[in-house]
């Protein structure tokens, strides 16, 4: 495959699915790729019966595997539908994994096959090749224009156009007199075909768990033009890491609530629905309805009715008030939502606030977008500047701390949510010193300034009920009492540090004391925003971390103890008065040679999850318009 001619996030997608790609020799020699942790997805006719030995070899190493699962083999040349087996590898550490895309491709879209072929060699060698989706032909892909080689059988389909796996290669046109140049591939989805719903269940969780640690993949794929369907991929990942939460019911419980969505005209699923998940990628992929309500929300919404616990049941329905974006459509969420309300909204946070919202720029992770909202509910939202032109980081400072004064002037009491990348948290320096046109009302110290992870921000349910529940978990809470202090001399790793979090909820509010600079702080709050922390407070100059000198009254000591003053008996939702009260009282001091307050340079992260603007707004710039059915 000529890569030099696939740009930007499609050459890197192509790496990485050869990433994950291995040589199975089983039953045949043919090809797989990694699945899961641990797991292998290639056809049954390569790696053989359940509980049959198989060689498996990734970059260079090869290793014994064992068929967990398999569909029949038959007796004709040609194996049985769908021609499917899932490989247990061990001893495969920290390897990737692919994204699976359930949906079928359209007619036309571009894909790319990889395997192993022996074409041009006596050995069996990494292959690929260019195809276009030539429809379906007894529930099997058609792959019409370039060559499918031997050996290639059991490698994965990527579509690029959405930037996931679709496919496993079953057959090349050598095999079959009868189909067209290129061959046949199984959809992905069939894996429900012949996996039983345990096993189907945590494959699908190792897949998830994986890509929520390691988002390069994904982060590619949602930038991709087509990554599209009805609601965004984006949203409708969302929307599954929700579900995912939901106890497992069975085919028939599913089949009844896909029934309840889409009617009796569309043709029965025609695999097992093992999951909600399932359910969401059969409704994706029905026509619109009559009245072009999208299938998906309509199911978000139905599943709310009953789902447990409640704070899931919340956390559909305000995906359905986000996920929308027409109109009309939103209009609906609401008609629906409050035709059969089960439960009541959690309060939510009214701070009137100027919320600024600055992502990456599609692929060009040197420029980014800024969007400006005017936040006075949840019911009340609106646009001040969504369609400015894309800038550099230098040409963000200086249009940042020009009109930020502008837009806060004459109301003191209005909070600024910077809503940013966290690579670009340190840049809150630069709004905090905004003067406007008085050098010295600097806006640290007469606004509420938070900082929000704009990656949480886009993906409120990334993170499941975690970052909802510690946020609940602060409610009616003296907040003084309620902060963690992590040591000056912390150096745990990220396995420690999820552990730490997972072992006490409670943890939602953090004093870091060295500055963002600090490896172990950037280590700190990677793993606290994975987790579901909602709050951080941490010094732009902290505590330099020496393991040699006293630590008991250093900047990152001096700060926990300061905070923990400010914030004693103040609420949750007080929080960013009381910051930018230690702001003023640390610009009212008489500077002196001493070491500076810490209220100089105090930096709060407060992230209420229940704070969002219309994601329509919030499209990527390359846009996730295409619907595909």
């Known amino acids: 495959m000529p890569e030099p001619g696939i740009a930007g996030a ?30 292998v997805a290639t056809c049954a006719h390569v790696a053989g019966a359940p509980g049959d030995e198989v060689r498996v070899a990734w970059r260079g190493e090869t290793r014994t595997g064992i068929v967990r699962a398999a569909s029949p083999l038959g007796e004709s040349k040609l194996v049985p539908y769908p021609d499917m087996a899932l490989v247990e590898v061990s001893s495969l550490p920290g390897h990737p994994v692919v994204w699976l895309d359930d949906q079928l491709p359209a007619m036309s879209d571009r894909l790319a096959v990889f395997g192993h072929g022996r074409t041009f060699t006596p050995a069996a060698e990494p292959k690929s090749g260019w195809f276009t989706a030539g429809g379906e032909d007894g529930g099997l892909i ?21 930037g996931g796996v679709c496919a496993i290669t079953k057959a090349t046109a050598y095999d079959d007199p009868g189909l067209p140049a290129g061959g046949v591939a199984v ?35 949602h930038a991709l033009p087509r990554c599209g369907g009805p609601v965004g991929r984006r949203a409708e990942a969302e929307l599954r890491a929700i579900l995912a939460q939901l106890p497992e019911t069975g085919h028939e ?33 029905l026509m619109a309805a009559d ?78 977008h800024c969007e400006l909202w005017r936040y006075n509910g949840p019911e009340d939202v609106t646009p001040i500047e969504v369609e400015d032109p894309d800038r550099s980081i230098e040409e963000l400072r200086p249009h ?87 040591s000056c001399l912390e150096q745990r790793g990220p396995r420690a540090l ?79 008065e009381r910051i930018l009260r230690m702001r003023q009282g640390a610009a009212a001091e008489e500077e002196t040679e001493g070491e500076p307050s810490c209220g100089h340079d105090v930096v709060l992260l407060w992230d209420d999850p229940g704070r969002r603007v219309p994601r329509h707004r919030m499209l990527s710039p390359m846009g996730e318009g295409h619907a595909r059915g």
């Not at 045949?28 to 699945?35: C, I, K, M, P, R």
């Not at 058609?142 to 959405?162: F, W």
């Open 291 to 368: 009245d072009g309500f999208p299938h998906v929300v309509a199911y978000a919404i139905e599943v709310s009715r009953t789902a447990e616990p409640k704070l899931l049941a919340e956390l559909l329905r305000q995906w359905a008030r986000l996920t929308p974006r027409h109109t009309r459509d939103q209009d609906e969420v609401v008609r629906r939502l409050a035709a059969e309300r089960t439960t009541p909204a959690p309060a939510q946070s009214r701070i009137p606030s100027l919320v600024v919202c600055v992502r990456s720029a599609g692929q060009d992770q040197k420029r980014f």
């Open 400 to 486: 940042l701390t020009r009109r930020i004064p502008e837009l806060v002037a004459g109301e003191p009491g209005l909070m600024i949510e910077l809503v940013l990348p966290a690579d670009l948290f340190a840049e809150t320096e630069h709004v905090l010193a905004a003067t406007g046109r008085r050098s010295y009302a600097l806006l640290g110290e007469t606004n509420p300034v938070v900082v929000r992870d704009q990656e949480r921000f886009d993906e409120p349910a990334e993170l499941g009920a975690e970052w909802r529940q510690r946020w609940d978990a602060l409610a009616g809470r003296d907040m003084g009492s309620a902060l963690t202090r992590v």
């Open 10 to 39: 499609e050459q890197q997608l192509v790496k990485l699915m050869k990433e994950c790609l291995v040589l199975v020799s089983g039953r045949l020699v043919g090809s797989g790729f990694l699945v899961a942790p641990g797991t």
């Open 142 to 162: 058609r792959l019409t224009g370039d060559e499918v080689s031997h050996g290639m059988s059991g490698g994965p389909v990527l579509n690029m156009e959405t």
């Open 498 to 576: 999820h552990a730490w979090f997972q072992l006490d909820r409670s943890r939602a509010a953090l004093v870091l004391p060295r500055p963002l600079q600090a490896p172990i702080t950037r280590t700190v709050m990677e793993v606290g925003l994975f987790c579901g922390v909602p709050i951080m407070i941490w010094r732009r100059n902290g505590c330099d971390g020496e393991p040699e000198k006293s630590h008991q009254d250093c900047r990152g000591s001096r700060l926990a103890r300061a905070v923990a003053e400010e914030l004693a008996g103040a609420g949750r939702d007080d929080v960013p």
């Open 187 to 221: 959809p992905v989805r069939a894996l429900r075909q012949f996996l039983e719903p345990g096993p189907y269940r945590a494959m699908r969780r190792g897949q998830e768990t994986y890509h929520r640690c390691n988002r390069r993949w994904t982060g590619l794929a």
């Open 253 to 285: 419980q599913h089949l009844r609530m896909f029934r309840a969505v889409a009617g009796d005209l569309p043709d029965p699923p025609r695999h097992p629905l093992h999951d909600h998940g399932d359910v969401v990628t059969e409704l994706a992929g």
